[in-house]
């Protein structure tokens, strides 16, 4: 329920960023793959290098303060 909240409220707000695809209604995180692959082949053909930087935060969400976040969730809606 939380977490359908947060990212309700998340998503209205624009507060995240088109580079997060995973666990979002109609992205995939194979779409981003596609667009760096693209990327990786539009930098070779034009000679130039391409840098990606891959960050995986693993259990992210577990490891928040859950109170915190109901207040301020709830601060939002007043």
Do not use: P
């Not at 596609?34 to 693993?58: C, P, W």
């Not at 969400?61 to 007043?78: P, T, V």
Request: glycine share 4%.
């Amino acid at each position: 329920m939380v977490e359908c909240r947060l990212r309700e409220f998340l998503e209205s707000k624009g507060a995240i960023s088109d580079f997060q695809a995973g666990f979002r209604k109609h992205r995939s995180s194979m779409d981003l793959v596609m667009k760096l692959s693209q990327a990786v082949k539009d930098g070779f053909q034009r000679k130039q290098s391409t840098l990606a930087v891959l960050e995986d935060f693993r259990a992210a969400y577990d490891k928040m303060w859950r109170n915190m976040l109901l207040h301020k969730l709830n601060k939002q809606e007043q």
